[in-house]
């Protein structure tokens, strides 16, 4: 599933894409993705005749924005925006076509079809599903180290599913939660409320990293992809721990750990995010032994003669 990276690269690309278009009409093919409004031809009647203007992000959803419309659009799990001319032939899974009046269009394919698109007057999406309980957005001014205390500090739920949570923060999914928790040095399972101040800064400014680099690895990529492919979906960036389980951690050696928290899948080192004290019982030989400990050549040498998990006795 694309997160914040993935959907504002989508966002950076469609803009030099249909910015200043004028929608002539718009085709739907598989009524279900339209959530809003109910009625599909009410959908293609509203869009005809509006001009393109920009396209906005909230979270991991796209708005694209038109003189006197908004449409708020979630790619979900295989979405994909394409520009073609009217003239190519239309591929499998296309569901939606907006047919401009330069006579290119946007398509919307989408294979698992989890998609949707709600339409809405310009400011009025703000304050309805799907965008209205939306949390901080991390990439923007208003997501101060204060803010995101605010948001999590509290909480008594693990760590992971409370950053996945999109009512406290936005834009984050499965793949950057544990880059930015690798990063932090946090494991996955500590109660949210448990976390020191300084892990919480830490955790703050992994975040930050993590999206940062990875939106400017999906800028720098993007224009290649299009050309080659005619359209723009999610793009894979180098990632620290996600998807590492068995080889080396990058940091200290030992083997990446893969696990399952709040249903999904996880990875974690288990040297450099060592689980909180009073989770030792869960966690046998774990606790406290490596907590704030840099890991030393000791470590590498363990990770290389003895298969283990990664537990330091
Ligand atoms: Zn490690």
């Given at each position: 599933m694309p997160e914040l990276p993935e959907v504002e690269t989508v966002r950076r690309t469609l803009t030099g894409l249909i910015v200043g278009k004028t929608i002539q009409s718009v085709t739907v093919s598989l009524p279900r993705i339209i959530q809003r409004p109910d009625d599909i031809r009410r959908f293609e009647m509203e869009l005809t005749g509006h001009r393109i203007i920009e396209v906005g992000r909230r979270g991991k959803f796209l708005r694209i924005i038109m003189d006197g419309l908004v449409l708020v659009s979630h790619l979900r799990m295989e979405?994909?925006?394409?520009?073609?001319?009217?003239?190519?032939?239309?591929?499998?899974?296309?569901?939606?076509?907006?047919?401009?009046?330069?006579?290119?269009?946007?398509?919307?394919?989408?294979?698992?079809?989890?998609?949707?698109?709600?339409?809405?007057?310009?400011?009025?999406?703000?304050?309805?599903?799907?965008?209205?309980?939306?949390?901080?957005?991390?990439?923007?001014?208003?997501?101060?180290?204060?803010?995101?205390?605010?948001?999590?500090?509290?909480r008594t739920t693990k760590i992971k599913p409370a950053?996945?949570?999109?009512?406290?923060?936005?834009?984050?999914?499965?793949?950057?939660?544990?880059?930015?928790?690798?990063?932090?040095?946090?494991?996955?399972?500590?109660?949210a409320n448990t976390l020191s101040d300084t892990e919480l800064e830490s955790l703050y400014e992994a975040i930050l990293a993590t999206l940062t680099e990875a939106v400017e690895a999906g800028g720098s990529s993007i224009k290649s992809y299009v050309n080659g492919q005619g359209e723009m979906g999610m793009f894979q960036h180098s990632l620290r721990i996600y998807g590492r389980q068995g080889e080396s951690c990058l940091n200290c050696g030992q083997p990446v750990e893969k696990t399952v928290v709040g249903g999904r899948g996880t990875h974690y080192c288990p040297n450099c995010q060592p689980p909180d004290r009073s989770m030792g019982l869960s966690n046998p030989g774990l606790g406290g032994l490596n907590s704030g400990k840099k890991p030393g050549k000791k470590a590498r040498s363990a990770s290389i003669h003895g298969k283990g998990n990664g537990v330091r006795t």
């Amino acid at each position: 599933m694309p997160e914040l990276p993935e959907v504002e690269t989508v966002r950076r690309t469609l803009t030099g894409l249909i910015v200043g278009k004028t929608i002539q009409s718009v085709t739907v093919s598989l009524p279900r993705i339209i959530q809003r409004p109910d009625d599909i031809r009410r959908f293609e009647m509203e869009l005809t005749g509006h001009r393109i203007i920009e396209v906005g992000r909230r979270g991991k959803f796209l708005r694209i924005i038109m003189d006197g419309l908004v449409l708020v659009s979630h790619l979900r799990m295989e979405g994909r925006y394409g520009l073609y001319n009217s003239n190519e032939p239309v591929e499998k899974h296309t569901h939606v076509i907006f047919h401009f009046t330069d006579g290119t269009e946007l398509r919307y394919k989408d294979v698992r079809q989890f998609g949707t698109m709600h339409l809405f007057l310009p400011g009025e999406e703000f304050n309805h599903k799907p965008l209205v309980k939306l949390g901080l957005e991390p990439l923007e001014e208003g997501f101060t180290m204060e803010a995101f205390r605010k948001a999590i500090a509290k909480r008594t739920t693990k760590i992971k599913p409370a950053l996945l949570n999109q009512e406290y923060v936005v834009g984050l999914g499965n793949i950057y939660v544990d880059e930015a928790l690798f990063r932090a040095g946090i494991h996955p399972e500590r109660p949210a409320n448990t976390l020191s101040d300084t892990e919480l800064e830490s955790l703050y400014e992994a975040i930050l990293a993590t999206l940062t680099e990875a939106v400017e690895a999906g800028g720098s990529s993007i224009k290649s992809y299009v050309n080659g492919q005619g359209e723009m979906g999610m793009f894979q960036h180098s990632l620290r721990i996600y998807g590492r389980q068995g080889e080396s951690c990058l940091n200290c050696g030992q083997p990446v750990e893969k696990t399952v928290v709040g249903g999904r899948g996880t990875h974690y080192c288990p040297n450099c995010q060592p689980p909180d004290r009073s989770m030792g019982l869960s966690n046998p030989g774990l606790g406290g032994l490596n907590s704030g400990k840099k890991p030393g050549k000791k470590a590498r040498s363990a990770s290389i003669h003895g298969k283990g998990n990664g537990v330091r006795t």
